[in-house]
């Protein structure tokens, strides 16, 4: 099916039904797109504030890297790890013709019920063990967007990636970061307050994101294929300059060249 519009996207996945079931059996239902907010058709695929909103470019951009990697091909098997609104479910389905075989990990059960409704097998896991509940060398792509940060073991979680993903595979981890100082002050700031499950409790440089991937999974620097961040700054609910065409280009020109001052990046890496 051709998505032209808002309600083209409501029925190809089937949410007005989704909302529905959602009101009758849970107690936190979520609603990703909400026509009274989401009047844009964003990059003509999913429902967003403006004609090109920043916030889903780590997505988009995420699908043009691994296209480019050439690993997909009919039946690829993916994980998504937090899983949450299947953005990037999304934006593969939108951007590429091969049939994917998606799998998620995520500990909210409101969450996970909407993943399964668009199409994952979805584990309801906890990762604050570090710990993944599939076999190795499983999978032949993992994305991981703004996961890493609420946990408090991100090495232990990042092994464990790279012990399911299949050699030679494709691993995409994104995260918020912050200018070295700041990351590391912010960094201790976490370590010494409370911090509950679902809390940020990690700071990354996009140095200091790399360096511990690259670790933890023992792996060369050459096995980066794509770092990028996406904005420096953002309008997006109270300005409209991401409906501009040119506002964004320049926005994803300079998140790929100024690493040290955007505030989150992609990095993805072949294994």
């Not at 039904?17 to 239902?29: E, G, I, L, R």
Request: glycine share 6%; hydrophobic share 40%; charged share 25%.
């Amino acid at each position: 099916m051709k998505i032209k519009t808002f309600q083209d996207f409501y029925q190809k996945y089937k949410l007005k039904a989704f909302d529905d079931w959602q009101k009758a059996n849970t107690q936190q239902p979520i609603q990703p797109f909400r026509a009274e907010k989401h009047k844009k058709l964003s990059f003509g695929i999913l429902p967003g504030y403006r004609n090109y909103d920043l916030f889903y470019e780590r997505y988009r951009s995420g699908v043009e890297v691994i296209q480019a990697s050439g690993i997909l091909k009919e039946g690829v098997k993916f994980l998504d790890i937090g899983s949450g609104e299947a953005f990037f479910k999304f934006f593969f389905d939108a951007m590429c013709p091969e049939k994917i075989d998606w799998h998620g990990v995520e500990v909210w059960k409101e969450r996970a019920e909407f993943c399964r409704h668009v199409g994952y097998t979805i584990a309801e896991e906890t990762l604050e063990k570090g710990k993944l509940p599939y076999e190795s060398a499983t999978f032949d792509v993992i994305l991981a967007s703004h996961v890493l940060e609420h946990l408090p073991n991100p090495k232990a979680i990042i092994t464990e990636m790279g012990r399911v993903l299949k050699k030679g595979g494709i691993l995409l981890i994104g995260t918020p970061t912050k200018p070295p100082l700041i990351a590391d002050l912010d960094s201790l700031y976490h370590r010494i307050s409370s911090r509950n499950t679902g809390d940020t409790q990690q700071a990354f440089t996009h140095n200091s994101l790399e360096n511990l991937i690259l670790t933890a999974m023992d792996l060369p620097k050459a096995s980066v294929i794509d770092k990028r961040g996406f904005r420096i700054i953002s309008g997006r609910k109270k300005l409209p300059l991401e409906n501009w065409k040119w506002f964004y280009d320049l926005s994803v020109f300079l998140g790929k060249h100024l690493l040290t001052v955007v505030p989150e990046v992609n990095i993805t890496l072949r294994k």
